[in-house]
């Protein structure tokens, strides 16, 4: 036997995911989000929006450009900096 489809709106789906509904639109309208409407009612499987979660897991190492190494600093002296940065003196 078939598991039963879990619906969610488009207004739970978007505060499932922490996003506005203008940002779950545009997930929809690119193709990263699977949505269904039916007359004029859009719902989204819930199954549907978890894989979308698991599919936007950020992969380690892949936010460097985020954080620029500070000028000055290179090799081993910014790796040493990093690490003391937790640490309490």
Not at 11 to 28: C, D, H, M, N, Q
Not at 35 to 44: D, E, N, S
Not at 78 to 86: D, L, N, T
Request: aromatic content about 8%; hydrophobic content about 35%.
């Amino acid at each position: 036997m078939s598991e039963q489809i879990r619906w969610m709106s488009t207004r739970v789906a978007a505060e499932y995911l922490g996003v506005t509904l203008r940002s779950l639109y545009r997930f929809i309208d690119e193709g990263a989000l699977a949505a269904y409407k039916f007359g004029r009612v859009i719902r989204l499987k819930e199954q549907d929006v978890e894989t979308f979660i698991e599919a936007s897991r950020i992969a380690p190492g892949s936010l460097e450009h985020l954080y620029p190494e500070p000028k000055g600093l290179s090799g081993r002296e910014s790796s040493i900096g990093r690490e003391s940065k937790g640490r309490a003196r």
